[in-house]
């Protein structure tokens, strides 16, 4: 079997990180995250890793080395995995992409959960700085950012979409079937 990429695109708060430990943990698969690479900036630099940074970081790289330099540089990472199912966490612009959308390996799933889930799981999860004490209208506010109105495009452009509104054993489940579609087995340890 040829490598499997699987992309994962969906609105913050959505399940991509719980997907994303499915995949690593059922299939063996390796992670990725363009976020991971914005976060690296960030560290090196001693900024906060706020969400305000996060983007301001997205755009500045985008702007002035290719909105697509992101897709070209964690492809060539995940060629690079001795995994053979890589998953890519993170996927908001057409750009994010452009490297993998061609490859007939690449599988971009979409995920889809409900507006006020989605903001109950970001203030839960607190992964970015100020999420604990996020108000609706700054979440509401934060989906209008430039990293966040593209994703709804991207979504439509998924070989698959899978919804997330339940338990996550029932989204577990959601992923083995689409697995299986892809004639592509639990790991047995």
């Not at 540089?73 to 060629?79: E, Q, S, T, Y």
């Not at 029932?170 to 079937?177: C, D, N, S, V, Y």
Request: glycine share 8%; net charge negative.
């Amino acid at each position: 079997m040829s490598k499997l990429i699987i992309g994962l695109c969906g609105l913050p708060g959505c399940g991509k990180g719980t997907a994303a430990d499915i995949f690593q943990r059922d299939y063996g698969a390796g992670y990725f995250r363009f976020s991971k690479i914005i976060g690296d900036l960030l560290t090196r630099l001693y900024l906060e890793k706020t969400r305000d940074n996060f983007i301001q970081m997205s755009e500045i790289v985008r702007h002035e080395f290719g909105e697509d330099v992101f897709s070209h540089a964690i492809l060539k990472d995940m060629l690079e995995a001795p995994q053979d199912v890589v998953v890519l966490d993170g996927i908001r612009r057409p750009e994010d992409i452009v490297a993998l959308e061609p490859l007939p390996e690449f599988k971009l799933i979409a995920i889809d959960t409900d507006a006020k889930l989605r903001f109950e799981r970001m203030k839960k999860r607190g992964e970015k700085a100020g999420e604990r004490n996020m108000t609706w209208d700054e979440f509401l506010q934060d989906e209008a950012a430039p990293t966040e109105v593209t994703i709804p495009g991207v979504m439509e452009r998924a070989w698959r979409t899978v919804p997330n509104n339940g338990t996550v054993d029932e989204f577990a489940g959601l992923i083995h079937e689409m697995m299986r579609d892809l004639n592509v087995a639990v790991k047995t340890n």
